[in-house]
């Protein structure tokens, strides 16, 4: 093969993966144009079949890998069953890939913090505490980047509450395993809670975990006034209506 023969080849195979890899970008966008689509409109298992085949092409974008991670646990939360922990591995798997990826973003800890908190609630209380243990300092990541992160004081406001009620096994799993926990009581729940309400005004999910956290503490004219709230609201996550709905009920036992 002269010298010739060799650039040409060389330039063809340049050509060749030039062009591939520009196939590639342009399938990659419209898949995730697909599955935004289908992401607005609550299809989130489609939504997540287009996501998932664009980053098989685009690994290394932070933007693609967010919404796959998201992706993977709005299924888990759709599906509401066993079934759902794979989709929650998943979604804390992708987490952590996009933490490596994208580490100064106060969403990367946001969705760390959610996906390991639905993970936990299908884990055993030592698993449970451990992972438990990490979305706090998630959330508190996610606040130090971006002080008006309404999802990560959410996260924190339903941390709070769960750790004041949380019961002696677990109190002393926490204690063997990682020294216990850092305190936290309805009172801290109700002022995180605020905080993501103030952050974000159209937030539903911290309006209903406001409720909750004031039935706890024993206010329920309040409690209601937050529960109506939910109702009053639109629907802008896939979660939302489900929302609407306990609130709902909850009126009606607390004869509103």
């Known amino acids: 093969m002269t010298d010739v023969t060799r650039a040409l080849s060389r330039s063809l195979l340049v050509t060749i993966l030039t062009a591939v890899t520009a196939a590639a970008a342009v399938g990659a966008e419209g898949l995730v144009q ?5 992401a607005a409109a609550f299809e989130n298992a489609k939504a997540l079949e287009c996501y998932r085949k664009a ?19 709005n299924v ?53 505490v451990v992972l438990s243990r990490t979305l706090e300092h998630d959330a ?24 004041a009620g949380l019961n002696w096994f677990l109190r002393k799993v926490a204690e063997e395993l990682l020294g216990g926990l850092p305190g936290g009581t309805l009172e ?16 539903v999910y911290a309006h209903y975990q406001m409720a909750l956290t004031l039935e706890a503490m024993e206010h329920p004219a309040e409690a209601r006034e937050f529960y109506g709230k939910v109702l009053s609201l639109p629907v802008v996550d896939h979660q939302d209506p489900l929302f609407r709905k306990w609130s709902s009920q909850r009126l009606a036992k607390l004869g509103a």
């Open 34 to 38: 697909q599955g935004d689509r289908h």
């Open 55 to 73: 980053y098989a092409a685009a690994p290394d974008d932070a933007d693609l890998l967010t919404k796959l991670t998201w992706a993977y646990n």
């Open 188 to 203: 801290d729940s109700e002022r995180m809670l605020r905080k993501a309400i103030e952050a974000d005004p159209g937030n």
């Open 76 to 128: 888990g939360e759709d599906l509401a069953s066993k079934a759902s922990e794979a989709y929650f591995e998943e979604a804390v798997r992708h987490a952590e890939a996009l933490e490596r990826l994208a580490p100064t973003r106060a969403s990367t800890y946001v969705l760390l913090a959610i996906t390991r908190g639905n993970l936990a609630l299908h884990r055993g209380g030592r698993q449970k």
């Open 140 to 163: 508190r990541r996610a606040i130090e980047l971006d002080p008006a992160c309404s999802p990560a004081y959410a996260t924190l406001g339903i941390y709070y509450r769960e750790v």
